[in-house]
Structures are given as structure tokens and as C-alpha cells.
T-cell receptor, first 109, second 115 residues
Framework: GQSLEQPSEVTAVEGAIVQINCTYQTSGFYGLSWYQQHDGGAPTFLSYNALDGLEETGRFSSFLSRSDSYGYLLLQELQMKDSASYFCAVMDSNYQLIWGAGTKLIIKP | GAGVSQSPSNKVTEKGKDVELRCDPI?????LYWYRQSLGQGLEFLIY????????KSGLPSDRFSAERTGGSVSTLTIQRTQQEDSAVYLCASALSGGPNNEQFFGPGTRLTVL
């Protein structure tokens, strides 16, 4: 079956750096995406990695290793507004986005 | 429009009734997706439209679920004979195309409660 594994919850301190890991097992692979969802809100796109390596967008970076079926989202200079759930998602060979269960990021002052 | 819109925002229905959920995608977006999200869970893929056709209906949970898209724009998701386990937030997303590197833009969702 197809699955994505990510931690259910991560806690960090304001101003710190946090890494959210994602491992995947899917039929086909086109890329790894990350989405952010605040409580009661809709998911919003953060990043997409199709090739190995690190992609940086401001305070957020995303990494992919296709040989390890692994990626991570790195958040730097954490702000209270970053408190949200973060989902990794893989687009499989049928162009379906398969989603992880999400990581709830709790930020403490 | 400026973004993806969905209606109704909330729907409470009795078990056994039919419900229809509507999605208006961003103008010009050819790809449209329906997902279901239960509380504290990830998104469950339901169906994907490229234009008016749905190449993959395998995500629909049962034959009580159906969806259509007309004019390459508005889509409706219909759930017949609703069951309590259908209670969830139903999210619609659209993208410029169905390609793998196209960002999906989500609507606010419809929260369905089946009593």
C-alpha cells in the first residue's frame, strides 16, 4: 500500500529551528510537497521537491532524498504564527496526492 | 474569482439523506480535486478532474459517492444515503493543470455532520 510517515507532534521554542521528517512508500513518485494548515483553515502550499537536494524559500527549506524515500521540512527563526499542522504529500504515478497524517507543530514562547 | 470557493460551509443532515457539495475553482484552472479530512487526520483523496473528465475515481469510498464537473469549472460532490461515518470536512482544490509540480489551491471546505 501507499503510505507516508511523519511525527504526529513536534514542540519547539520561538526563535529556534525545527525539522519535520517524512518517509514515504508510494507507487510511482513525481515529487514531495509540503503544506501548512492552521486550525480550522485550509491547507496552503509551502514547497515542492522533485529532485534531490535542498530548496530554500525564506525561513522554510525542504529537502528530498529519493534514494532514501525521505524528505524533511526545516523551519528557521520560528514565530508563534508558525504554530500549525504540516503535511507532506507525494504525487504518485496517477497524479494523486497521497498525504501524510500531519505533524502538529507547537511553539512555546 | 480570487480563490476557490465551496458551499455550503456547513451542512448538518440526517442519516440516510442525500447531500450535494459545490466547488467553484479558480478561473482558468483545469485540474480540480476533492479530498476528505477527518478531525486531526490527513487528507484522503477522493477524485480528480482534468477538465470535465475524471481519469481516476478509485478514491471514492463507496458507490454512494459521485462527482461531476461541467463546463470545466464548477464541480459537485454528491453523497447519497449519508452515513455517520461520512461526517468530515470535504475540501476542494484546483490547480492550473494536473501536472506534478502544480500547486493546489484549497477552498475553505464544507463541514458535513451526519446525525
Amino acid at each position: 500500500g501507499q503510505s507516508l510517515e511523519q511525527p504526529s507532534e513536534v514542540t519547539a521554542v520561538e526563535g529556534a529551528i525545527v525539522q519535520i521528517n517524512c518517509t514515504y512508500q508510494t507507487s510511482g513518485f513525481y515529487g514531495l510537497s509540503w503544506y501548512q494548515q492552521h486550525d480550522g483553515g485550509a491547507p496552503t502550499f509551502l514547497s515542492y521537491n522533485a529532485l534531490d537536494g535542498l530548496e530554500e524559500t525564506g525561513r522554510f527549506s525542504s529537502f528530498l532524498s529519493r534514494s532514501d524515500s525521505y524528505g524533511y521540512l526545516l523551519l528557521q527563526e520560528l514565530q508563534m504564527k508558525d504554530s500549525a499542522s504540516y503535511f507532506c504529500a507525494v504525487m504518485d504515478s496517477n497524479y494523486q496526492l497521497i498525504w501524510g497524517a500531519g505533524t502538529k507543530l507547537i511553539i512555546k514562547p | 474569482g480570487a480563490g476557490v470557493s465551496q458551499s455550503p460551509s456547513n451542512k448538518v443532515t440526517e442519516k440516510g439523506k442525500d447531500v450535494e457539495l459545490r466547488c467553484d475553482p479558480i478561473s482558468g484552472h483545469t485540474a480540480l480535486y476533492w479530498y476528505r479530512q477527518s478531525l486531526g487526520q490527513g487528507l484522503e483523496f477522493l477524485i480528480y478532474f482534468q477538465g470535465n473528465s475524471a481519469p481516476d475515481k478509485s478514491g471514492l469510498p463507496s458507490d454512494r459517492f459521485s462527482a461531476e464537473r461541467t463546463g470545466g469549472s464548477v464541480s459537485t460532490l454528491t453523497i447519497q444515503r449519508t452515513q455517520q461515518e461520512d461526517s468530515a470536512v470535504y475540501l476542494c482544490a484546483s490547480a492550473l493543470s494536473g501536472g506534478p509540480n502544480n500547486e493546489q489551491f484549497f477552498g475553505p471546505g464544507t463541514r458535513l455532520t451526519v446525525l
